[in-house]
């Protein structure tokens, strides 16, 4: 059983709208959640990290933000662009280290003119 | 561009031959992880390195697959006798510390005929 869950697995919307996609987990014990942005054809790139203590973190037109008590983390995309159609992964670590980061399965974003 | 660098981008070879695959992490960061990505699915753990020394092996990876990181910099990745279950995209990513992020090279994508 994957123990980071993405929803939804798709989703369309127009330019210049908002979204929110989610990240419900199950990894413990728990170290830091990451949101990554990875186009087609190409290795993930960082938009977020936040540890345990953290409940909210911003990138420009990404903002995160985390419930370690229910285990949930949202990302929340503010007037979406073109570029911004592309697969986005929640990652959990456990403890430390890279090797103990389960991601998720990622949603699939479709932004359209 | 000082990212993370893998060669090839990608590699079409028949069932039963090896390959190998190279990655050049980041210089200052001592952290080096090799994943595999399926279609649809997020990146899974195969490996990791600090330094040159191998601390971290998944159960995904089978007798036939090596991976060295003779002098602590760069990385290869060698699949032994490949299956054509061995298609996917083998990404390389590289970190400075705990609870930073993960930079990723643009992978590998392996096809396997």
């Known amino acids: 059983k994957n123990q980071v869950e993405q929803s939804p697995q798709s989703l369309i919307i127009l330019e210049g709208k908002n979204c929110t996609l989610q990240?419900?987990?199950?990894?413990?014990?728990?170290?830091?959640l990451r949101w990554y942005k990875q186009d087609t054809g190409r290795g993930p790139v960082s938009l977020t990290i936040m540890t345990f203590s953290e409940n909210t973190k911003s990138n420009g037109r990404y903002t995160a933000t985390l419930d370690a008590d229910t285990k949930q983390s949202s990302l929340h995309i503010t007037a979406s662009q073109l570029s911004d159609s592309a697969s986005y992964i929640c990652?959990?670590?456990?403890?430390?280290?890279?090797?103990?980061?389960?991601f998720g399965a990622g949603t699939r974003l479709f932004v359209k003119a | 561009d000082t990212g993370v660098s893998q060669n090839p981008r990608h590699k079409i070879t028949k069932r039963g031959q090896n390959v190998t695959f190279r990655c050049d992490p980041i210089?200052?960061?001592?952290?080096l992880y090799w994943y595999r990505q399926t279609l649809g699915q997020g990146p899974e753990f195969l490996t990791y390195?600090?330094?040159?020394?191998?601390?971290?092996k998944s159960r995904l990876l089978s007798d036939r697959f090596s991976a060295e990181r003779p002098k602590g910099s760069f990385s290869t990745l060698e699949i032994q006798r490949t299956e054509q279950g061995d298609s996917a995209m083998y990404l390389c990513a590289s970190e400075d510390r705990e609870n930073s992020p993960l930079h990723f090279g643009n992978g590998t994508r392996l096809t396997v005929t």
């Open positions: 210089s200052e960061h001592n952290r």
């Open positions: 990240c419900n987990y199950t990894v413990s014990p728990f170290s830091n």
């Open positions: 390195f600090q330094n040159e020394a191998q601390l971290e």
């Open positions: 990652v959990v670590s456990k403890n430390s280290g890279g090797f103990k980061t389960i």
